[in-house]
């Protein structure tokens, strides 16, 4: 399979006031096409740096990205990124919410508003188009932020903690709505998380990050003997454990 | 789809909301018994001369020189200028302050430059530069208006710099992953987030326009209800005086709630 991503000897520094900080070190990947890839590390090692780079809304002090082969030099329509906390807008409705992020790039045809309807009546969300955020519970609005990310019909999704905010259960059921809505538009996603249970239950590759200055520790390919994957059955796994364990006892030795 | 069905009050609850209308009620009944009681005692106490009604008016006299200026038919020309100049005022405070405001968002360098001008301004009372605006611009509507506007304008523009500062990072992030100019997070998110800002400078504005406005006309002295008071109180008529002042508190009155019902308005489109 050809590399969708491909992340090549990435470094980033910021520079503030108080001095330098040194984010990333030397990091390399690359994300196949149509892969769920996971990438989870002690807080403050550079996770959502390194999906601000990806996205392009930040440029590396050194190394870069390539998506297809070409650099990565600002935003692009190709990437989506989600954020932890949905942010719909409460002066706008559902709808517009979905669409704000055409809107902003001037693309609200006939053909892209059907395509938004389509996916609100898809994901159970087309009766509460009209509505305001503050009338849907967290589990609803965290899917129509992520409608409103798959609107510009993105290749690649960054998501960053887009579980985190919410609580266990629905927690559990929206990663795993997401799932299949990713699997389904045959989408390539790079999650970050804290929880590694939810990285092994999703994920075809899950990439340690060691502390800050953040560098790949490992990666790991993940091989659930499960028929069809979800983030409870795949939790059954016999392998889950092994993974489990293996992966924490790597992040564990530098917290 | 929904059913909507009759809610159930219980006996106990409509008991409670009884007691809560009776209440409010009661609230208002007793203030406006308390100003009704505070006239009578006023006409009273000076028709018996237990008070000097030439050194504190009266009612019944306050009434005649309100229907002899309307009479004249000054009455309405004076509550017009000044209501008209505040309303001005306070629009324009709130109207330029949030450009101002703007403009300086876009450039944190301009900001930066900026800020101990504004800091000293702030702290300056802006009506010690009536008489400036009066000789640069002529004593006339226009310098009362740029004295009302420059008392606003400052903390206009301090507070909706701070609300547009103080917007979620990751709004302004989320709109920029799609792409958008800094025009764009303007406009979709900073100003639409800070609206509730700017309505609550708009509604502080409209009481700092009034002192503006009055001030400007002890000033200028040609008319509105700020003119009627200095010239009564030139001539000693305090009849006169008294009834500018309640003129003026019934005008304020209502256009803050003129004001607040706009606020609901926009609150409620939000
Ligand atoms: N704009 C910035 N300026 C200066 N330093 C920054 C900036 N953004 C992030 N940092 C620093 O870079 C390091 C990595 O930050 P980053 O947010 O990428 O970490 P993270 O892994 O996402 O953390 P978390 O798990 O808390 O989300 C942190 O030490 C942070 O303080
Ligand atoms: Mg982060």
Redesign the interface.
Known sequence: MKCLVEVSNLFMRYHSLNGETDALVNVNFSVKKGEFFSIVGPSGCGKSTLLSLI?G?IIPSSGQVLIDGKPVL????K???M???D?L???RNIFQNVL??L???KKITEENKNYVLNLLDMYGLAEFKDKYPSQLSGGMRQRAALIRTLA?KPEILLLDEAFSALDYQTRLSVADDIYSIIKRENKTAILVTHDIAESISLSDRVMVLSKRPGSVKSIHNIALSVDKKSTLSSREAPEFREYFNKIWKELDVYV | MFNIKEPVVSGEHKEYLRKIKIRKLSILLTQIALLVLFFILWEVTARYKIIDPFITSQPSRIIRTLSNLYQEGHLFKHIGVTCGETVVGFLLGTLLGTIIAVILWWSDFLSKVMEPYLVVLNSLPKIALGPVFIVWIGAGPAAIIVIAMSISIVVTILEVLNGFLGVDKDKVKLVKTFGASKLQVLLKVILPSSMPVIVNALKVNVGLSWVGVIVGEFLVSRAGIGYLIVYGGQVFQLDLVMASVLILSLAAALMYQVVAYVERLIVKIK
């Not at chain 1, 600002?74 to 329509?77: F, L, R």
């Open positions: 996205a809304l600002g935003t692009s329509e990437v989506g990124y954020l932890q906390k942010y807008f409460e002066w704000l992020g809107e902003i790039r510009s």
